[in-house]
Structures are given as structure tokens and as C-alpha cells.
């Protein structure tokens, strides 16, 4: 094997490597080749007698790839998988749980948008994730300036996963207590234009680890020394469709025709005789002409019988003579139980629903509930292998950001538990979902209301029914402070007698209709204290100050205040928020939901 050694590692310069030292083997996650330093490695491995290594079963995938049903199944998930629409990208980064400086956000933003356009993500989206799902694995030879590193990747290449393999070096000795020990000295890549498993050539480059992008499917042999495609589970059952099909085309063929017996009475006739004699009575009334497409003449051809053709047969003196009668033809060519059932088979060997491969069953965009199971697990299957290829995206955003100095390798451990992506999908469905979840919730919460302050609360009520957490519980509060000085809603408050941005019901009204009443979780109070007027009741008072029932108004002050309800003890006053429109200015809506939240 060469010792070229091209490419980049990232290497602490302050803190030496830890060797990690272990009586198991290093772990191999990806397939790679462990060999014992200094040594030669060879690999062999036979899957029901047909694949012997990776180029061939990389072989296998692309060529059961071509076939129209594979293909069919194969579109249906890439499809749905990589959704394209006009001026939209793909995929998303979302760092929102990210705690760093909007400026370090830009940055990682940034770069993951340099990222999709060295791959030309917006445009061969799919067929990138199209040969990652066929071939089961996806390498990119990173290009950097090795002047300026600084720069960043200045170019990823693909490379063909039949010409490289990933490579762990290890090293193994006794201890003096007599244990075998392991130990991992370096890992590689091992690239050959004649393919990384060819025996005509033990010739090849060793590429560093962190010059190549390397990401599979994540299915694995039963020895765990050979990466899979999706498309594995699918061999069997394809070559079996396969050969029914042709087993059917074959019997249709032979059978599918009537063909005509000839009994010749051949009298007492010797053997040789009686043979002579058929064959002159054959030669007599048949005429077969051929066509020859090469010379383009058209011939003779007698000496030829088939099985598409007419049977001659002798009969001896005592029989009935000459006779000529009709042999039927098959009976259940019609019959094609056995191709559905290994066409179905196909399809769950590939987790595509049958419904959406037949051409028999219609298209409906109706509700959600009309959704079958199969569909449901379909969707659970393209999420999961979205989540195995966005690691494609991290191991070139990482390799990026170390390049560019905006992060570590140790602070990438943390970023990568923090940020995920988001896929585009299609608009009309993902809306009309949306939309038959808001208006459930919101059709649930009415029925709830009657129970608010009697056996929930309204926090179990956003809780459990509007599915909101602590952060969203914040945002909300915040917005309907904010709402509460908008002239806008203060016209719809005047519309509907509510106070902006408060449930129905919270400011004493019957949300199904029936008047007004008293909210004892608003107020804090007995049920049975005696109800304030309501809202807009009193003449000359101004809309947009209307009383809370559990709120008092000072006949010395000009204009109203509203007060939020004690969370706590009534007489902490700390525990009270200022709701008027002109004592709320941006910065201090923030502060008022966090003392709301610390009440709480």
C-alpha cells in the first residue's frame, strides 16, 4: 500500500491525544476495515452466495435501481423526502436553543448557507439524496487552500463509494496480568481507482480523516464489518417479482395459443417406414416461412417444430384412421395472484404504501383523519431518514466553522446537541394539518371553558390543550401586553366587550353564549362574592377601560388602571402588573412577564 497521505487533520496543539485503552476493539460504526498496525487486511464477504464485497452490492443497488417498480418506490421517497419549490431552500438551520450572540449565530448561518451552496443543494437536492438512499453511503473529498486554511472549503468533490474505504489502525498488547489489551493508533481512508475492494492491485492513497465526508445509511451486516443500503431488504424480493415475471411472459407464451394434433394412421407400415411416411405427410402440408432480418430474405424453414406449433403423431392399423382435433390452450392465464403478491411484497421491503403505487387507487388531498396507518408510518420512515442524512450537514458545517476559527472542536459537541434542521414540505398538506389541529384544540378548549376555575385552571388549560411550554408561555404573555396598548385591538375590544389578548371567559363572559358570570380563577375570590358590573355596563365609561371583575377602580385617578390578578398572596403587591398601555414601554413588557413568571 502507498503512504501518500493527502488532506487535513485537526490536532490540539496544547493537549496531546488520549489514547483510550480498552480489551474491546474500537467501536465501528462505519464500516471500516480494522487492521493491526503495520499489517496487510483483506476482506471477503458472501451474502447468500451472490455479493462478495461492496462493489458488487453497490453494483446491485444501482442496477435493481433501474428496474420500473424499484424506481417507482424509489421516486415516491425522495419525493417526499426532498420537497422543491420555486425560491424556497430545501433544508433550514434552526439555532434557537443555541445560547451564543446573535453575531456567532449569523456566523453559523452563514456559513451552513455556503455549505448548500458548494453542494448546489438548492438545485441537485434530490439527486444527491437519491444516490446516498440507492448506494447506502455518500463520500465528499474536502478541498481547502493549504496556504490559507482560513479561507475555508474551497470545493467538495464526490467520489465514487466503490474506489474508497475507511480504514482503523489498532494496536494490541498483554498486560503483565495477562489480559489483551486494545488500543486505536489512527483512522483513514484508503482510495483505489480500481475499487477499494479489487484484488488485482494492493496499490492505493491514504486520505486523512478529516479530509472526507462520510456519510451511510446507518444499517449494518450481521458481523457489523459491512455497511447496507436501504435498498438490501429489497434484493430478494425484486429478483423473486423478477422471475415470476418471466415465468408468466414463458407460460403465456406456450400456452396462450390453440394448437391443432395430427393422428396419421400409418397402417402396418415398419417402423423406419411409418417414420418416412409422417414425415412426408408434415413436409406435405406444412409451409413455414421465415424472414431473415439480416440479409432481409425471406426463406424456408420446415425442418424447425416448436412448441408454438401444430404435433404430428402416428396410429397403428385398429385405430380410428386419420383423425385431426384441437388442443386447448391455458386456462388461468389470467390469473396473476402470484405477481401481486411479490409486487406487495416489494413494496413493504421498501416501506412505500401500496395505495401509492397503484394505479387503481385514486389521489385525495381531503382531511387528515382520512390518513391510513400506512401512510402514517411511511411519514415516521422519512423522518428518520432525514435525521441520518442531515448528518451530511454536520460534518461539513463543523469541518467549515473549525476551518473558519468561529468554533472548537469542543464547542461543536455542544453545538450539534443544540441545532437541527427542518426540511421544506408540501405546503397544502402541512397547512391543511396545521390548521385541523388549531381548530381541534380550539374546539376542545370551548368545551373546557365551562370547567375553568371550577376543576382546571387556565395554566392546565394552555398546558394540556393549547400544548404550550414555559418559553411560549412567555411569548404569549408578552404579546398580549403588547396588544393591550395596539389601537388595533383595542377596536376589537370594543367589538366584542373583551379585554385584547384574554381567553374568552376570563373577563367574566359566557363563551358559549349564555351572559356573563364570574371567573373564580381570574379572581382569586369565593364563587359566591357578588359580581362587579360588567365591562362597558356603566354609562360614560370608555371601552378601552373597562373593570376586570376581580379589579377595583379609583374614582380619584383620571384614567383607570388595569391590574393583573395576584398570582399569590393578595396584598403582595409584587405580584401585581401594570397593564396600562402608556406605563408599558418595550423594555419594560419583558420585565413585567418575568416577575408574572416568578410568581408564579
Known amino acids: 500500500m502507498a503512504y501518500n497521505l493527502i488532506g487535513f487533520l485537526f490536532r490540539n496543539r496544547k493537549k496531546p491525544e488520549s489514547q483510550n485503552v480498552s480489551v474491546a476493539p474500537p ?7 480494522v487492521v493491526e498496525q503495520g499489517g496487510a487486511y483483506t476482506t471477503v464477504v458472501d451474502l447468500d452466495g ?29 419525493n417526499e423526502s426532498i420537497v422543491i419549490e420555486q425560491g424556497k431552500s430545501p433544508v433550514a438551520l434552526v439555532t434557537d436553543k443555541l445560547n451564543y450572540s446573535d453575531e456567532i449565530l449569523q456566523k453559523i448561518q ?8 458548494l453542494l448546489d443543494f438548492n438545485n ?24 490559507n486554511p482560513r479561507d475555508g472549503i474551497q470545493e467538495l468533490r464526490p467520489i465514487d463509494p466503490r474506489r474508497i474505504k475507511p480504514v482503523i489502525e489498532t494496536e494490541s498488547y498483554i498486560t503483565n496480568e495477562g489480559v489483551p489489551m486494545q488500543v486505536e493508533k489512527q483512522r483513514y481512508y484508503v482510495y483505489n481507482q480500481f475499487g477499494s475492494d479489487a484484488t488485482t492491485t494492493t496499490t492505493g492513497v491514504k486520505l486523512t480523516w478529516d479530509s472526507i465526508c462520510y456519510v451511510h445509511s446507518g444499517l449494518r451486516e450481521t458481523n457489523n464489518t459491512m455497511i447496507l443500503g436501504h435498498l438490501h431488504k429489497a434484493l430478494k424480493p425484486s429478483n423473486m417479482l423478477s422471475m415470476v415475471e418471466d415465468a408468466t411472459v414463458i407460460y403465456r407464451l406456450s400456452r396462450a395459443p390453440e394448437r391443432r394434433v395430427f393422428f396419421i394412421d400409418v397402417g402396418n407400415l415398419p417402423k423406419q417406414k411409418a417414420e418416412q411416411y409422417l414425415k412426408d405427410i408434415m413436409s406435405k402440408y406444412r409451409n413455414k416461412m421465415v424472414y431473415d432480418a439480416t440479409t432481409g430474405e425471406v426463406r424456408e424453414d420446415k425442418k424447425f417444430l416448436s412448441f408454438m406449433e401444430d404435433y404430428w403423431l402416428p396410429r397403428r392399423e385398429g385405430g380410428k384412421g386419420t383423425e385431426i382435433t384441437t388442443l386447448p390452450g391455458g386456462e388461468n392465464l389470467g390469473e396473476m395472484a402470484d405477481v401481486e403478491y411479490f409486487k406487495e411484497n416489494l413494496y413493504q421491503s421498501l416501506n412505500v404504501p401500496v395505495g401509492r403505487l397503484n394505479s387503481e387507487s385514486g389521489f385525495n388531498l381531503g382531511r387528515t383523519a382520512e390518513i391510513t396507518r400506512d401512510e402514517v408510518k411511511f411519514g415516521k420512515f422519512i423522518d428518520r431518514i432525514r435525521n441520518r442524512f442531515t448528518q451530511l450537514f454536520d460534518d461539513l ?3 467549515q466553522l473549525m476551518l473558519k476559527g468561529i468554533i472548537t472542536r469542543e ?16 405546503t397544502y398538506f402541512s397547512e391543511l394539518k396545521n390548521l385541523e389541529i388549531l381548530q381541534n384544540r380550539a374546539a376542545a378548549a370551548e368545551s373546557y371553558l365551562q370547567f375553568v376555575g371550577k376543576y382546571h385552571s387556565h395554566e392546565w388549560m394552555r398546558r394540556e390543550i393549547f400544548k404550550q411550554t414555559d418559553e411560549e408561555f412567555k411569548q404569549q404573555d408578552e404579546q398580549m401586553l403588547r396588544e393591550k396598548g395596539d389601537p388595533r385591538y383595542q377596536a376589537i375590544e370594543a367589538m366584542t366587550g373583551m379585554m385584547p389578548g384574554m381567553p374568552p371567559g376570563a373577563m367574566g363572559m359566557d363563551p358559549m353564549g349564555g351572559g356573563m358570570g364570574q ?27 373597562g373593570i376586570d371583575d376581580e379589579q377595583q377602580q379609583d374614582p380619584n385617578a383620571q384614567n383607570a388602571q388595569m391590574m ?18 402608556d406605563d408599558l414601554p418595550t423594555e419594560r413588557v419583558t420585565k413585567n412577564v418575568e416577575a408574572l413568571w416568578r410568581t408564579r
Open 110 to 117: 452563514a456559513e451552513f448557507d455556503t455549505i448548500l451552496g
Open 411 to 426: 464547542d461543536w459537541q455542544v453545538i450539534r446537541q443544540k441545532i437541527f434542521y427542518t426540511f421544506l414540505k408540501d
Open 397 to 399: 458545517l463543523s469541518t
Open 564 to 581: 393583573m390578578p395576584p398570582m399569590g398572596d393578595e396584598e403582595d403587591e409584587d405580584a401585581q402588573i401594570s397593564l396600562n398601555p
Open 124 to 147: 441537485e437536492a434530490q439527486d444527491i439524496f437519491k444516490q446516498w438512499y440507492v448506494d447506502g453511503r455518500l463520500y465528499y473529498h474536502i478541498l481547502i487552500d493549504n496556504n
Open 27 to 33: 467501536p465501528n460504526d462505519d464500516g471500516a476495515i
Open 519 to 545: 371567573d373564580p380563577s381570574m379572581m382569586g375570590q369565593d364563587p359566591n362574592a357578588q359580581q362587579m358590573p360588567p365591562q362597558g355596563a356603566s354609562e360614560g365609561q370608555d371601552d378601552e377601560e
Open 50 to 78: 451472490v455479493v462478495k464485497n461492496e462493489i458488487e452490492l453497490i453494483t446491485k443497488y444501482r442496477e435493481m435501481s433501474q428496474r420500473a417498480l424499484v424506481d417507482g418506490a424509489i421516486s415516491e421517497i425522495v
